[in-house]
C-alpha cells in the first residue's frame, strides 16, 4: 500500500559528507513523524534522527552537530545530511514514517529497505 525508496548511501572517506533520502508512494493520506535509524553488525537497531509533522527535529548524541534531518512534505520525502563521517558511523540506516492511509485509521509504521554507508578510516 505505501512503499518506501531510500537512495545515497555508498562508500565515503572520514570526514565526507552523503545525504540520504527516502521517499514515500502509494496511498497516503498524509505523513507524521519521520526519522532516520541505524543498524550495525551484531547489535540491535537505534535512532539516529527524527522529525515531526511539525518540523521539530531530536537527535542522537554521537551524531549532534554532524547530522541533519529534514523533510520535504510536498515530495513525501525526509533527508538526513552526514556531514564529518566517522568510521563508526558505519552501518545500514533504514528510514522510518509514520503514514495515514485511506483504509484504516491511525498510522502505519513504515520501514525503508535499509541502505548501507560504509565510512573507511
Known amino acids: 500500500q505505501v512503499q518506501l525508496a531510500e537512495s545515497g548511501g555508498g562508500l565515503v572517506q572520514a570526514g565526507g559528507s552523503l545525504r540520504l533520502s527516502c521517499t514515500a508512494s502509494?496511498?497516503?493520506?498524509?505523513?507524521?513523524?519521520m526519522g532516520w535509524y541505524r543498524q550495525r553488525p551484531d547489535e540491535a537497531r537505534e535512532l539516529v534522527a527524527g522529525i515531526t509533522s511539525g518540523h521539530s527535529s531530536n537527535y542522537e548524541w554521537p551524531v549532534k552537530g554532524r547530522f541533519t534531518i529534514s523533510r520535504d512534505d510536498a515530495k513525501n520525502t525526509v533527508y538526513l545530511q552526514m556531514n564529518n563521517l566517522k568510521p563508526e558511523d558505519t552501518a545500514v540506516y533504514y528510514c522510518?514514517?509514520?503514514?495515514?492511509?485511506?483504509?484504516?485509521?491511525?498510522?502505519?509504521?513504515?520501514w525503508g529497505q535499509g541502505i548501507q554507508v560504509t565510512v573507511s578510516s
Open positions: 502509494g496511498s497516503i493520506v498524509t505523513i507524521g513523524d
Open positions: 522510518n514514517l509514520r503514514v495515514a492511509v485511506p483504509t484504516r485509521t491511525g498510522t502505519l509504521d513504515t
